[in-house]
């Protein structure tokens, strides 16, 4: 069964340092990973999205990285701000097989404290 | 653009009662998908349709009916509400990229938060 497990759980840190959060997968085979950001009471919005042939995307302050081999990835969060108070949820697409069902992690939760 | 918009927000139901969920998105997108998610999960896909007049199951479909009509709407129907339908529900529309490594584009609505008593 394909699965996202996403790493910490929950997060608190002060407001300007950095942060790294986890996911690793088991699904396959590979198309694409995707970050998402998820504000209290809102849709979750896209961050970043790599392919299999990627092993880096940035967006802003937000770098992810692939590393397809070990099925494992990360999102680091460079000086940190009250705003990036929200989850953060990794997704895994399928390639080929005519499947288009997505495995979403259960995110993490990050806190940013003044 | 209004981007996708759900109706209604907030909604309370008895066990045994039947609504829909509306969805609307106003970017031409041919995907339109919805996903419920409940705490401690993650979001999980109820059905899928990839263009007007077709539609396909996700992973957790039972109790639940779509229709894709126009590219525009993708109702979601809950035939007999049960308690274990209480969740915040989402929906999404996205649109298919080009190029060698093309990849779903995907942008979700605010969600419906739905609680059956």
């Known amino acids: ?25 088991t699904v ?6 995707r970050w998402y950001k998820q504000d209290t009471g809102r849709g979750p919005v896209s961050l970043t999205i790599m392919t299999f042939s990627e092993n880096t995307k940035s967006n802003g302050r937000y770098t992810a990285t692939l590393d397809a081999d070990t ?41 940013v404290h003044p | 653009n209004a981007g996708v918009t759900q109706t209604p927000k907030f909604q309370v139901l008895k066990t045994g009662q039947s609504m829909t969920l509306q969805c609307a998105q106003d970017m031409n997108h041919e995907y339109m998908s919805w996903y419920r998610q409940d705490p401690g999960m993650g979001l999980r896909l109820i059905h899928y349709s990839v263009g007007a007049g077709i539609t396909d199951q996700g992973e957790v479909p039972n109790g639940y009916n779509v229709s894709r009509s126009t590219t525009e709407d993708f109702p979601l129907r809950l035939l007999s509400a049960a308690p274990s339908q209480t969740s915040v529900y989402f929906c999404a529309s996205s649109y298919r990229t080009t190029g060698p490594s093309s990849y779903n584009e995907q942008f979700f609505g605010p969600g419906t938060r739905l609680t059956v008593l």
């Not at chain 1, 790294?20 to 997968?25: F, G, I, P």
């Not at chain 1, 396959?28 to 990973?33: G, I, K, Q, R, V």
């Open chain 1, 28 to 33: 396959s085979p590979f198309s694409n990973l």
């Open chain 1, 71 to 111: 099925k494992q990835s990360s999102l680091h969060i460079t000086a940190s701000q009250l705003s990036d108070s929200a989850s953060y949820i990794c997704v895994v697409s399928p390639r080929g097989g005519g499947s288009y069902i997505p495995t979403f992690g259960r995110g993490t939760s990050l806190i």
């Open chain 1, 1 to 25: 069964k394909n699965q996202v497990e996403q790493s910490p759980q929950s997060l608190i840190i002060l407001e300007g340092k950095n942060c790294t959060l986890q996911c690793n997968y």
